[in-house]
């Protein structure tokens, strides 16, 4: 798939970020995750990515990295394509971008650097490097202390062929309609705040429809279908999953720091799809929040 074919597969549909199986010691489980894959592909999102942030990519370590990608690749071929998760420092985030080639990814989210600030030309080398790398699709996650401005994305759009793609993981509106404003169709843009659908109608208003669904992970024809009343102006729709699922959910997931990903996890264990438990440093709901969410599935009608 050629970059210029990933950003019109990216510029429509829902996107969603597969958690990653571990076992009962913490190690990755190719057989769980291929099913995992295997029972979510079918849904209809319209593109998947491996070893995200909600695949817990900040966790990975040697060689995992690549068998996650290749389960992935491999169990999605002829379905829906897959794109990874690379990140960290440079040398790092070129190593993982080069391995996702490899094993036959089609495109690459570029998650942000490690730890340290960094200047606009940093963080626009940084990218570059990353970009020239490969030869498949590039989208960079706008998030955390990697916060690129419409001229940094202007001056990497000219350098950078394959950069196809733009996530807005800050929910900054006047940056984000300054950018796509300034770089109009140049790139794809994805919504990338976590529990994405509660900015969807924002973003749709902006010009930007597109995100991605972290809960697709448990109730993925509930995100689905939020998906489509959002596309189609349902309010109705989208207002009574907003007030009946969405809000109490996140009064769940904000009750602690790392939730984001920790109650995906426990929604999927839930509804009978288990990915073992999340790695330090998050931590999983307690059993009370666990029976929180459950009663949330179940007046939801999801078991």
């Keep these: 798939m050629q970059p ?6 990216l510029s429509h549909g829902l996107l969603s970020f597969p958690i ?56 999605c071929a002829g379905v829906v394509p897959i794109l990874a998760g690379c990140g960290g420092p ?28 960094a200047s606009q030309d940093g963080l626009i080398a940084h990218v570059e ?7 498949i699709g590039v989208v960079v996650y706008n998030r955390a202390n990697c916060r690129l401005t419409p001229d940094s994305l202007a001056r990497l759009a000219d350098r950078c062929p394959n950069l196809i793609g733009f996530k807005d993981g800050n929910g900054d509106i006047e940056l984000m309609v300054s950018i796509w ?15 994405a659908e509660v900015y969807a109608g924002a973003y749709k208003a902006l010009g930007t429809p597109v995100y991605s669904s972290a809960v697709f992970n448990f109730v993925p024809q509930l995100a689905m279908d939020f998906y489509h009343a959002t596309a189609n102006d349902d309010f109705a729709t989208t207002n009574r999953l907003i007030d009946e699922f969405f809000l109490p959910y ?48 179940k007046k939801n009608g999801v078991l």
């Design 90 to 117: 440079t040398r790092t985030a070129l190593a993982h971008a080069q391995e996702a080639e490899r094993q036959g990814a089609k495109g690459l989210l570029l998650l942000p650097h490690y730890l340290t600030e």
């Design 129 to 135: 490097a990353v970009c020239r790398s490969v030869k």
């Design 250 to 297: 996140l009064e769940i997931r904000n009750r602690k720091a790392g939730y984001a990903v920790s109650i995906i996890k426990a929604g999927a264990r839930l509804v009978g799809h288990g990915a073992g438990p999340v790695r330090p440093p998050l931590t999983d709901l307690t059993a009370e929040e666990d029976a929180m969410l459950l009663d949330l599935l």
């Design 4 to 9: 210029n074919e990933l950003k019109q597969v």
């Design 181 to 195: 404003r300034k770089l109009g169709d140049r790139f794809s843009y994805l919504g990338g705040l976590p529990t």
């Design 20 to 75: 990653t199986d571990f076992d009962a010691q913490g190690e990755f489980d190719p057989k769980g995750y291929a099913a995992r894959l295997e029972w979510l592909a079918p849904f209809g999102a319209t593109a998947l990515f491996a070893a995200g942030g909600t695949g817990e990519y900040f966790s990975l370590h040697g060689e995992e990295y690549g068998q996650i990608i290749k389960t992935a690749v491999d169990t």
